[in-house]
């Protein structure tokens, strides 16, 4: 799903949110509300290039790790924040990429609105493409603030899927890779 961002949309939702929990919109303190909201899921779920920032990167043979590369979105149920630490790793068929594509990859994937799983088996697709290799795996870390804050609230719950492809599927691979990760 390709998100393309209506701020005036937004802003009407907003107003209309507002209304409903006895808020008057026009009220000096939440005049520009709607218009902040607006801006932030501009940012938040518009696809960026850019981002240069990295400052994880391991590599061990012909096995290359980025780990720990931390995203923020929104869950597709309650629009509510999302925070995935994400793990990647690949195995290079010849060609190694920039790191900083990684990283982009993982956070563009993110300005949009997926399950965890999805998001998941998104960013390994994607992660197959690029590196031009079958052999990747994708270990996201998620709390979900809806978890947290609402329903059964799980104030320490976390979310773990992984997405594991090609050679990683071996299992003496992925231990050693999931030990590189930093999970024990
Ligand atoms: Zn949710």
Avoid: W
Avoid at 54 to 63: A, E, P, Q, R, V
Avoid at 109 to 118: C, G, I, V
Avoid at 124 to 142: F, H, I, T, Y
């Amino acid at each position: 799903m390709e998100v393309k961002i209506n701020r005036e949309k937004i802003m009407e939702g907003v107003r209309l949110i507002l209304e409903g929990i006895g808020i008057d919109p026009n009220d000096e303190n939440f005049r520009e509300t709607p218009r902040r909201i607006a801006e932030f899921y501009d940012e938040l779920l518009s696809p960026k290039i850019g981002d240069e920032d990295y400052k994880y990167f391991t590599s061990k043979g012909d096995l290359v790790i980025v780990k720990d590369i931390q995203v923020y979105t929104l869950c597709p149920h309650h629009l509510l924040p999302v925070f995935y630490r994400v793990y990647v790793a690949y195995i290079p068929s010849g060609k190694v990429v920039g790191v900083s594509k990684i990283v982009r990859l993982i956070l563009d994937e993110a300005r949009r609105l997926t399950l965890q799983e999805q998001y998941t088996e998104n960013v390994a697709s994607k992660l197959q493409e690029l590196v031009e290799s079958s052999d990747v795996m994708v270990v996201v870390n998620g709390i979900h603030y809806c978890m947290r804050m609402r329903g059964v609230k799980t104030p320490n719950a976390e979310v773990v899927t992984s997405a594991i492809r090609g050679k990683f599927r071996d299992y003496a691979l992925r231990m050693e890779t999931m030990r590189l990760m930093g999970f024990e």
